[in-house]
T-cell receptor
Framework: DGGITQSPKYLFRKEGQNVTLSCEQN?????MYWYRQDPGQGLRLIYY???????QKGDIAEGYSVSREKKESFPLTVTSAQKNPTAFYLC?????????????FGNGTRLTVT | GDSVTQMEGPVTLSEEAFLTINCTYT??????LFWYVQYPGEGLQLLLK?????DKGSNKGFEATYRKETTSFHLEKGSVQVSDSAVYFC??????????FGAGTRLTVKP
């Protein structure tokens, strides 16, 4: 079955360490997204990529970085510059061209930084 | 900018009660509108969508109608079940742009 896989489901890190969250999709979608979810705040866009080797900042990109070297993969690095990194991170994808397609989501990674 | 406003939760209902979750949007054009559902510890799942005015999206007994005149997309279900307990998100999207989400509404259905 096609879908989006995020790993790991839970991640714990010490303050000051960078950490990379994995996102892989086998839906053959061109566009991929990273959202951050905090209680009571809905989803906020961190970065998105519409094609390989290209990506754009979302609303809250500071302290994060991404790469898109392969169509299937869009890893997110949470750097030590992110002031409040503890959150639930959601990766999504959608077909790239035409129409107002829905986003397909992975099951998320819960990051806890202490 | 474009935005979505949902009724604040939490919403608590008894089984078989009627559900309405209000959603209104602000947009410069004519976006597509979506409802997503999130169960504990999981990602978002698409519940239904509508792509133009007066369209009605429906799925699993849930319905929502795209009302351009009131810029609304309220979610309704005639008879909720305990298994409907989840967080519901309203969202909008233009062609190939990112999706904008409301803050979410937590629904708890008691037996």
């Amino acid at each position: 079955d096609g879908g989006i896989t995020q790993s790991p489901k839970y991640l714990f890190r010490k303050e000051g360490q960078n950490v990379t969250l994995s996102c892989e999709q086998n839906l053959n979608h061109d566009a991929m997204y990273w959202y951050r979810q905090d209680p009571g705040q809905g989803l906020r866009l961190i970065y998105y990529s519409q094609i390989v080797n290209d990506f754009q900042k979302g609303d809250i990109a500071e302290g994060y970085s991404v790469s898109r070297e392969k169509k299937e993969s869009f890893p997110l690095t949470v750097t030590s510059a992110q002031k409040n990194p503890t959150a639930f991170y959601l990766c999504a994808s959608s077909p790239g061209a035409g129409g107002n397609s829905p986003l397909h989501f992975g099951n998320g990674t819960r990051l806890t930084v202490t | 900018g474009d935005s979505v406003t949902q009724m604040e939760g939490p919403v608590t209902l008894s089984e078989e009660a009627f559900l309405t979750i209000n959603c209104t949007y602000t947009a410069t054009g004519y976006p597509s509108l979506f409802w997503y559902v999130q169960y504990p510890g999981e990602g978002l799942q698409l519940l239904l969508k509508a792509t133009k005015a007066d369209d009605k999206g429906s799925n699993k007994g849930f319905e929502a109608t795209y009302r351009k005149e009131t810029t609304s997309f309220h979610l309704e279900k005639g008879s909720v079940q305990v298994s409907d307990s989840a967080v519901y998100f309203c969202a909008l999207r233009y062609n190939n742009n990112d999706m904008r989400f409301g803050a979410g509404t937590r629904l708890t259905v008691k037996p």
